[in-house]
Antibody, heavy 122, light 107 residues
Framework: QVQLQESGPGLVKPSQTLSLTCTVS??????????WSWIRQPPGKGLEWIGYIYYSGSTYYNPSLKSRVTISVDTSKNQFSLKLSSVTAADTAVYYC??????????????WGQGTLVTVSS | DIQMTQSPSSLSASVGDRVTITCRASQSISSYLNWYQQKPGKAPKLLIY???SLQSGVPSRFSGSGSGTDFTLTISSLQPEDFATYYC?????????FGQGTKLEIK
C-alpha cells in the first residue's frame, strides 16, 4: 500500500521560502498512473488545494498561489517537493501531500500523508 | 473558482441515526464531486468520488448522490466512529475547491 511522508522545517520566517518534501513508498511516482498533490489546512479552518505534478514534471497550480508556488519531482528518489516563496502568517497551515486516484485531472486524492504543521513567525 | 457550499455547518445526531449532508456548487460540476471524512489531527479520508462511487474499504452505510450543482452524503446508521468533520470537494476544474466542512457531533 502506498504511503506518503512530508518532511521539512516546522518554522519559517516571514518573507522567506517554505520548502517541503514528500517521500513516497509502496509505489512509484514514475509509473505515470497518478497526479501527486499538495493541499494545506490552516489551523481550525478548511482545506485548500495548492497544486499537483505528474511524473513528467507537468504541473498545475492554484491561481491564488501560482506566483509563489513551485512543485517539482525527483523520480530517482521517489519524491516530490513544494516551495512557497514570500510567506506570511497567512501561510501557517498543516501541509499535506497526497496521491490522486488517477491522472485524468478529475481524480481526487485518495492516499494522504499525515501532514506537517508549518508555522510562519519571526 | 467554483464555490462549494455545505449545509449544515454543524449537526448533532445520535448513534443509529440517518444523517444527510448537502453540498451545492456555484456552477455545474457534472458528477465530479468527492466527499472526505476528517478526524482531529488526522488527514482527510476519501469516502466517495464522482458523486456516488464508494472508495475501497469504506463502509456501505456511506452513500452519495447528485449531479450538476446539488449533492448529498448520507450515512444510513451512524456509528460512534463516524463523528468527524465532512468535506465535499469538486474536481471538475482546477483549483479543486472544498466546501467549508460539516462538523458531525454526538447528541
Amino acid at each position: 500500500q502506498v504511503q506518503l511522508q512530508e518532511s521539512g522545517p516546522g518554522l519559517v520566517k516571514p518573507s522567506q521560502t517554505l520548502s517541503l518534501t514528500c517521500t513516497v513508498s509502496g509505489g512509484s511516482i514514475s509509473s505515470g498512473d497518478y497526479y501527486w498533490s499538495w493541499i494545506r489546512q490552516p489551523p481550525g479552518k478548511g482545506l485548500e488545494w495548492i497544486g499537483y505534478i505528474y511524473y513528467s514534471g507537468s504541473t498545475y497550480y492554484n491561481p491564488s498561489l501560482k506566483s509563489r508556488v513551485t512543485i517539482s519531482v525527483d523520480t530517482s528518489k521517489n519524491q516530490f517537493s513544494l516551495k512557497l516563496s514570500s510567506v506570511t502568517a497567512a501561510d501557517t497551515a498543516v501541509y499535506y501531500c497526497a496521491r490522486d486516484r488517477g491522472y485524468s485531472g478529475y481524480d481526487p486524492p485518495d492516499y494522504w500523508g499525515q501532514g506537517t504543521l508549518v508555522t510562519v513567525s519571526s | 473558482d467554483i464555490q462549494m457550499t455545505q449545509s449544515p455547518s454543524s449537526l448533532s445526531a445520535s448513534v443509529g441515526d440517518r444523517v444527510t449532508i448537502t453540498c451545492r456548487a456555484s456552477q455545474s460540476i457534472s458528477s465530479y464531486l468527492n466527499w472526505y471524512q476528517q478526524k482531529p489531527g488526522k488527514a482527510p479520508k476519501l469516502l466517495i468520488y464522482v458523486a456516488s462511487s464508494l472508495q475501497s474499504g469504506v463502509p456501505s452505510r456511506f452513500s452519495g448522490s447528485g449531479s450538476g450543482t446539488d449533492f448529498t452524503l448520507t450515512i444510513s446508521s451512524l456509528q460512534p466512529e463516524d463523528f468527524a468533520t465532512y468535506y465535499c470537494q469538486q474536481s471538475y476544474s482546477t483549483p479543486g475547491t472544498f466546501g467549508q466542512g460539516t462538523k458531525l457531533e454526538i447528541k
